[in-house]
Structure formats: C-alpha cells, structure tokens
C-alpha cells in the first residue's frame, strides 16, 4: 500500500501578508509589491511542506479571503455579497450572488500553477476548487435558472480550470464538497455532485483527483452515491467525529478509490496524538482494504494561527511517516 | 424600583447595542494599557447611559447595557477569566482578524466582570430591570483554542463554574433575569453537544433565584431543540424573524412547554420592521399555540450591534408599539 501526504487546502496569513493586503486595501501599496509578498509567503508555504515531506503540495491560497471569491472575482453575472458563517467555524465568507449563469474573464489556477509548480518540485502541485453543488447552495440564485442549471454553468467553467490548470503543470485537483458531510445532505445532492465533479475531472487527464468531504461526516446513503464519483481518491475528515467517521468507513469503505484520511486535526493548535493516530490510518487500512491512502489535515490550515500552520503541516509529514512505517511492519496491511 | 413588567408580552433586548464611540475609544485606550479596568468601565458608562436612554425612549421593558464593554463576547470574558492567554491572530473575515483566546490554564473566575456596567445601569434605568448577560460555556470553548485541557468536558466545567460565580454576583445584587448566549451551540447541533452544554447549564443554573434565560440564534436550530427541551431553564430566547418563523411548527411538534424569547426583529436587515409586521409575527405565535401571552417574551431576534443606532432605535420602538397592541388583543 502506497501512503502519501498532502495538506487540505489553503494556509493562514502571515503577518506580513495581512500587513501587505491591508495596505494594498487602503492604497499605500501597489499591485505589484502585494504580488511580490504573497509570492514569497507562498513560496515559503510550499517550501515548509516540502521539507516535511509531503507528496502534493499547496501554494497557501493566501491571497484569497473564502474558497469562492477568486472565482467571483474572476467571472461575470457574480459578485460577493453580505457575510454568513461558514459551517461550524467562527469564520464568515462572502455569500457569492448570482444574477445569471457565470461566465469567465479570467482563470484562476493556470497562471498561480505556472508560478508555483515550478517550487513545488519534485513535489506536484495540488489545485483545490468548491464543488459545484457546495457553490450552489451556499450561494444566492437571482439568475432565474434552477439550482440545478446553475451548479452545471458553475461545473463547466470549474472544468476550463482544470483543463488550463493541468496543461500548467498542475499534478493533483481535488474538488472540496463539504457541504455533502453536512448532515441535511440529500442523497440526490449527491448524485449531482458527482455527475458535475465526474465532468469536472474529466479534464484533470493523467493528474490525480480527489473529492473532499469535511466539517463532518456524511450520512451513508449520501456516501453511498459518492462512492460512484469517478475521482481516485474520496476525502473524509476521520478525527473531528471519530466514531461516526470510522463507523462509516468501516461498513462502507472507499469502493475502488484511493482513502483520503483527515488525521491532523486543523482546527485545534495542541499536537496531534502522532501515534494513536498512526493506529487509526491501520484500523481504516485494514478494514477498507484501499491500495493507497493520502494523509491529510481535516479541513483547510486557515483556521488557526500562521505558527500553528506551519507545526501541523510538519505533523503531518512525521505521521505520514510513522503511518508509512509502521505498513511497512505489517507488511502491506 | 417601581416599574412593573407587564404581564403579557413584555419586552426586551437580547443584549448587544451598537457600540457609542466612548465605548469604542475606551476600548482602544484599554487595550494599549493607557487605562486601567476601573478607568475603562468610568468611560464605558457614559456608552451605557446612551444606551439606557435609547432603550428607555423605545420603552423596552427588560433593557441590557447594551454590551458596550465587550469588543468580542468571547475576548471580553476570556481576557478576565484566570487561564486564558491572548491569542494569535485569526481571521474572522476577508483580511479582518482577532486574536483567538488560548486555554493555557485552569479556567478560574477572579473578581466581578460585568457586574459594574449592570449596576449602573440598573442605577438610571427608572426601575426597570437589566438582564444580567453572559457568554456561555460552550460557545466559550467552541471560539477559543485549548492548550491545557485536551479534553472539552473538563473544559466546559470549568468554564461553568466560573460563569456561576459571575452569575451569583449578579444575582446577589439584585438580577432577576440571567441570560446565557449560546450562539456556537447551532452551528454544531449534535446530541453530544447539547448534552455537554446541559451539564454546564445545571451548574450555572442551580438553585438560583432568578429568571434562568438561554439564548440561541442561526444555524439549524430545528436540530438542536429536541435535544435542549429539558435544559434547566425558563426561557429559550430564539431568533425567529431571520428564518422566517420556521421554528414555529416545531416548538409545536416538540411540546415546547418553557418560556419563549421570541425575536421578531431581523438584526441583520436595515430595513425597519413596521408595528403592523411585527404584530401579525405576535399573532402568528399566538395562533400556533405554543404558549401564553404571559409567556412569551418580544424581542430582536439576536443583539443588535452591527446595526446604525437609528436604525436599532426605530426596530425597539416598532417592537414595543406592536406589543402592547397585542396585549389589548390577546
Ligand atoms: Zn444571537
């Protein structure tokens, strides 16, 4: 069994990229010198990852105030409105308002990926989109299509993103769906994420794939459709919910895909239990035969402090190794 | 003191005014240690007393202090409460950030925390009572980091019993309404959790003489009640108007047999709910037949602090004609 490591999403902001986007707000810095700060914050970013040896890397994302806006801010008929919480997080995000189906000015990922991927090595570059039906529904629908209609306009421009990205040099897309763990979930939601995340994928040719699914655990007749996703790998937050969350694995397990694991827990600042968390990753590897495991924190880093960030991502390169070890020991569990 | 509450539909705030500019200044005065907390809470008073007079004018009958010491409900107690750190930065939206308060030790009370502002204005409000307001436990654990306890039970123990040494303080110089805000508890409506917040509450609330009120807003709280109906307290106090009343059928469907907080102002809207809009919410609670008219409490549907103050004044106004209307009819 192969086991790899590569963080969730996106990183919090130093001091000096808050200073620097403050200023870039307020006039007193341009366009350029704000570039210039977040390419060295992401830099170092990619490089703490990869002195920790982790597969897939992140360039931190930390130029981007919530998983939607640089979408928003990159396409027409959109625009980021009044602030709500973002799930069970102290966190709000911009609620994007729809007033027709979404079309592109510009990309988000290729030009980042032609940046990045060249520091990530010899890591890959990982490139992390909202899921079409978490955009959906978190959003406001003025366009006078369906939620429906909309999630699909949302699911192919998602897909040109893809495409450029992966022609950039990108190695890994993974969709974030979390609003699919989320307990009101309906089953035909996620037959619809999967059908939009099956056409958004489909453009990742050769690169590795994942859905991720976190802030909790999903319900099993919500993960039994996942299952069907055409991704490689399918992501579940396993310590947030511990007993739901290995209950669920243990009676269904990840079908053919590779298993995702979220074991540092990203939304505490203690270290995590290394080696009781090694012992979890071997209970789902013996129980959901999957051939290949990631690693991963249970959501984004940006919920805690810079410091802490770069701490767990360092955690979780050590459990990566400990799990990857102690495989070996057992002789491919 | 010789206001009476009346008895039907009384009136009241849940707690958070927008903030005066003293209040503002004096918290920026406090926190790069130009004054001392006793010269703060001279300075928060004459916010207070904006406050007061705003409450007053409206004709609310249960006002609060409008919360104007506490630049985040959680920091505000986190930075009084033996145990806690201050906290690296977080942020809370786009590039605004807070510093997260960090558990480092045992979770102690020290001395008085809000007791001063309450008394003061208790001390102008012509004898109509202050709620007593605190944040809760499980809202104190769930918007800070933890170091020390690695373990949220123990945790929110604590933290309970040092809310209870707060609320006796409150109590004992005269409080008769204690409210605890709960808003983390329906962003994470499991059972667990709800049976985590009632431990604490039966410390906080034991034995006390003293309307016991909690107070919960957002998120899915169709979810939370069945799980909350046997908390030891008299009132929930709940939004309602932002969800459109969709609770409503609930409480219904769950036998809601307690006091209700019910909010009938959308703290989030500009726009000034008219007497007629909030007197037909009345009579939409009326009519499902939940409760009494004595035991149903008109309020904002959560504090009101991100509004303009004119805007907050003209909503309390509103609120206060409807329910007297309702009182001639119900
Ligand atoms: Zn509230």
């Not at chain 1, 959003?139 to 897909?159: P, Q, V």
Request: proline content about 5%; charged content about 30%.
């Amino acid at each position: 069994m192969s086991v790899w490591a590569s963080p969730l999403g996106g990183y919090p902001r130093s001091r000096v990229v808050r200073r620097a986007l403050r200023d870039y707000e307020r006039g007193l810095l341009g366009y350029g010198e704000l570039e210039r700060v977040v390419g060295e914050a992401s830099s170092l970013i990619i490089g703490s990852q990869l002195s920790s040896g982790l597969t897939y890397v992140v360039d931190g994302m930390v130029d981007w105030h919530d998983i939607f806006r640089p979408f928003i801010e990159s396409w027409r008929n959109v625009t980021a409105s009044g602030l709500l919480r973002y799930f069970d997080n102290n966190f709000f995000y911009r609620i994007p308002v729809f007033t027709e189906k979404p079309e592109a000015s510009k990309l988000v990922w290729a030009p980042r990926v032609r940046r990045y991927a060249p520091l990530a090595e010899p890591s890959g570059l990982k490139i992390v989109v909202p899921g079409p039906v978490t955009f959906t529904s978190m959003s406001i629908n003025k366009t006078g299509y369906s939620n429906e209609e909309l999630a699909e306009a949302i699911a192919k421009l998602l897909a040109d993103e893809v495409k450029a990205a992966i022609e950039a040099g990108a190695s890994m897309v993974q969709v974030d769906e979390p609003m699919l763990a989320d307990h009101d979930a309906t089953r035909d939601e996620a037959l619809l994420a999967v059908e939009l995340v099956n056409s958004i994928v489909a453009s990742a040719g050769g690169a590795k794939t994942a859905l991720a699914l976190y802030f909790d655990v999903p319900r099993g007749e919500v993960y039994d459709a996942i299952l069907d996703v055409k991704a490689n790998c399918i992501s579940l937050d396993v310590v947030d919910a511990p007993e739901r969350a290995l209950k669920l694995i243990e009676s269904k397990g990840f079908s053919d895909h590779c298993g995702i694991l979220g074991l540092v827990n990203s939304r505490t600042i203690y270290d995590d239990p290394v080696d009781k968390l090694v012992e979890v990753a071997l209970r789902v590897a013996r129980s959901s035969k999957v051939g290949e495991m990631g690693v991963t924190t249970t959501t984004w880093l940006d919920l805690i402090p810079y410091s802490y960030s770069l701490r767990k991502t360092y955690l979780l390169g050590v459990l990566t190794l400990k799990i990857q070890e102690n495989v070996g020991v057992a002789g491919g569990v | 003191m010789g206001y009476s509450v009346p008895r039907k539909f009384p009136t009241t705030v849940v707690g958070s005014y927008p903030k005066m500019p003293s209040a503002l200044e004096a918290i920026k005065r406090r926190r790069s240690g130009e004054i001392s907390e006793s010269e703060f809470n001279e300075m928060v008073k004459v916010a207070v007393r904006d406050v007061v007079e705003d409450h007053l004018w409206a004709g609310v009958d249960i006002i609060s202090d409008g919360e104007q010491a506490r630049e985040d409900m959680v920091v505000y107690f986190a930075e009084r409460f033996k145990g806690y750190s201050v906290g690296d930065w977080v942020r809370v939206f786009d590039n605004e950030y807070f510093r997260k308060p960090v558990v480092t030790g045992r979770v102690e009370w020290l001395r008085p925390i809000t007791v001063e502002l309450w008394e003061y204005a208790s001390s102008i409000s012509a004898g109509r009572p202050v709620k007593g307001i605190l944040t809760g436990p499980y809202t104190m654990i769930e918007w800070s980091f933890d170091l020390h306890y690695r373990d949220r039970r123990e945790l929110i123990l604590d933290l309970a019993k040092a809310i209870r040494r707060e609320v006796e303080e409150l109590v004992r110089r005269g409080a008769r309404y204690i409210q605890i805000d709960e808003p983390a508890l329906s962003t994470r409506p499991w059972r667990e959790d709800a049976e985590l917040l009632k431990e604490a509450l039966d410390i906080i609330f034991k034995g006390l003489e003293a309307k016991r009120i909690v107070h919960i807003c957002f998120g899915r709280l169709e979810r939370i009640l069945p799980y909350i109906l046997d908390y030891p307290v008299d009132q929930f106090d709940l939004e309602m108007k932002n969800s459109n009343f969709r609770l409503l059928p609930y409480l219904k469907e769950y036998g809601y047999n307690k006091e209700i907080g019910f909010g009938v102002v959308d703290v989030h809207s500009f726009q000034v709910e008219s007497v007629k809009e909030i007197k037909e919410a009345i009579d939409k609670l009326m009519k499902t037949d939940i409760v009494s008219p004595e035991k149903a409490y008109i309020d904002p549907d959560c504090g009101l602090k991100r509004l303009p103050r004119d805007i907050a004044k003209a909503k309390l106004k509103n609120m206060v004609e409807a329910a007297r209307q309702a009182r001639e009819e119900w």
